[in-house]
């Protein structure tokens, strides 16, 4: 049998962000001039998101004197940002991400009706902290999981991990077909986010946000509920260009993102031949594209000739939650997998994109709780 994925779940810190307000945070801060705060509001505008999910709760609270996630304070007084070191911006990663991790595991599980002892592989993926042992130890005491499970780490490949995550733990159920897989994609990009009129931060700070997806993958027959997605096959391409304009990298103050304007023209003018050479003429009936950003989807979409309501998956999820790198395209997924308007043997071509410029591509089919 092929591997498929059993269930998603999801989960996002209880703080949540009207865009609209963290915009004009970020435009009241000290030392901008005219340009940055016309850049911050045209950046946060044009974002086509409306609310994003943070584990910093001082920027969802107006009030001086909130305390910091952890014990570090992102914000101080008369509401200015701060600039914590990577270490302590680590520190509260280390703090609250299993514990996210977690309720997406437990989501997943429940979902897919699992008990944690069927588990036998643990595959996490992260590209906003470090910490050992890590989130995939974690995942193993806070689920209940066997000490024996086989733990993988993927780390700091950037937002188009999460779909290699899945082609491993496709490939392990071919080489062990028992073998019952949980992966979990967990971030908290905004702990990476800095004041600063450079119009890459800029752009950083008005798409990213945090959040947890987990999914149950396995071949074997008769684990969990029926149906689910089919992981048919998958690709990786390399664009000719592109090694510079996305660029993740860890600095005194944080992890520091270089996200160019060039980077949706790179992916409008390769994404044609990349996803024909991995498609073969295949026509999907549905989309799951990694909403990287509002352009990168405008792009997709015309570099692909698709209709409009192609994307919509993609740009509901960007709507809602933000860019919350690796984790997006997984509730993507889930979308789908519970959009009743997807039939049945549906196919779905899922897109991601991380630095390099690399596209990651996947091919799944839907299959219903009675096939």
């Not at 295949?282 to 570099?303: F, K, M, N, Y």
Request: hydrophobic letters at 45%; aromatic letters at 6%; a negative charge.
């Amino acid at each position: 049998m092929a591997a498929r994925i059993v269930s998603i779940g999801t989960a996002v810190p209880s703080a949540a962000v009207e865009q609209t307000r963290i915009r004009d945070f970020f435009a009241a801060q000290p030392g901008l001039d005219r340009l940055a705060r016309r850049l911050i509001g045209a950046s946060f505008d044009s974002a086509a998101i409306d609310r994003r999910h943070t584990v910093l709760t001082q920027l969802a609270d107006a009030a001086d004197g909130v305390p910091g996630p952890a014990g570090v304070d992102f914000v101080g007084a008369d509401r200015v940002l701060l600039s914590p070191t990577t270490g302590a911006r680590n520190d509260v990663y280390a703090a609250l991400a299993p514990g996210l991790s977690a309720e997406a595991g437990r989501a997943a599980l429940q979902e897919a009706e699992v008990e944690a002892s069927a588990i036998t592989h643990v595959v996490t993926v992260s590209c906003t902290g470090f910490f050992a042992p890590g989130p995939d130890y974690r995942l193993v005491r806070d689920l209940g999981l066997s000490p024996a499970v086989e733990r993988y780490n993927i780390g700091f490949m950037g937002c188009a991990a999460a779909l290699p995550a899945l082609r491993l733990a496709s490939r392990i159920t071919v080489a062990q077909p028992d073998a019952v897989v949980l992966v979990v994609c967990t971030e908290l990009c905004t702990l990476h986010i800095t004041g600063s009129s450079d119009s890459q931060q800029i752009v950083a700070s008005s798409v990213f946000a945090d959040g947890s997806a987990a999914a149950v993958v396995t071949a074997r027959d008769g684990v969990g509920r029926a149906g689910g997605l089919e992981l048919e096959r998958f690709a990786t391409t390399l664009t000719t260009e592109g090694e510079s304009d996305m660029v993740w990298t860890i600095g005194d103050r944080g992890f520091e993102m270089v996200l160019s304007a060039e980077v949706p023209r790179i992916i409008g003018r390769e994404i044609r031949g990349a996803v024909d050479g991995f498609l073969s003429g295949q026509a999907p009936d549905a989309w799951a594209v990694h909403p990287g950003g509002r352009s990168i989807l405008d792009r997709v979409e015309t570099g692909l000739d698709l209709a409009p309501e192609a994307m919509q998956p993609s740009r509901d999820v960007l709507s809602a939650y933000g860019n919350m790198s690796s984790a997006t395209i997984l509730f993507i997924l889930r979308s789908l997998l519970h959009d009743a308007g997807v039939a049945d043997g549906a196919a779905i071509a899922a897109l991601a994109f991380g630095p390099g410029l690399t596209v990651e591509s996947a091919l799944v089919t839907k299959r219903g709780a009675g096939a």
